[in-house]
């Protein structure tokens, strides 16, 4: 059993920058595959990056060059730095774990992209 904390959403004003955590409890943290995923009013919960328990990520188009995943395992923690944000991001930012047929899901954390 995994869980999931999220924190570091907020307003910001476009073009600015954030940084979300997720925070995880439990053992085996760096067996997991995380992710992040978004749901902005009225879309379907998107993919917007993961990283494997290796390191390797990807990132959904609309965010390539703009967003970075990390994750340190020592602090079982997963990072999504956000830069150059634009009000299109604007959304619920949840974290996934991710291990086989296990996936656990935070609580989300509002993002607000507004001048």
């Known amino acids: 059993q995994v869980q999931l904390v999220e924190s570091g959403g907020g307003l910001v004003q476009p073009g600015g920058s954030l940084r979300l955590s997720c925070a995880a409890s439990?053992?085996?943290?760096?067996?997991?595959?995380m992710g992040w995923y978004r749901q902005a009013p009225g879309k379907q919960r998107e993919l917007v990056a993961r990283?494997?328990?290796?390191?390797?990520?990807n990132y959904t188009d609309s965010v390539k060059g703009r967003f970075t995943i990390s994750r340190d395992n020592a602090k079982n923690t997963v990072y999504l730095q956000m830069n150059s944000l634009k009000p299109e991001d604007t959304a619920v930012y949840y974290c996934?774990?991710?291990?086989?047929?296990?996936?656990?899901w935070g609580q989300g954390t509002q993002v607000t992209v507004s001048s």
């Open positions: 990283i494997t328990s290796s390191g390797s990520s």
């Open positions: 996934n774990a991710k291990y086989y047929l296990s996936s656990y």
């Open positions: 439990g053992s085996r943290f760096s067996i997991y595959t």
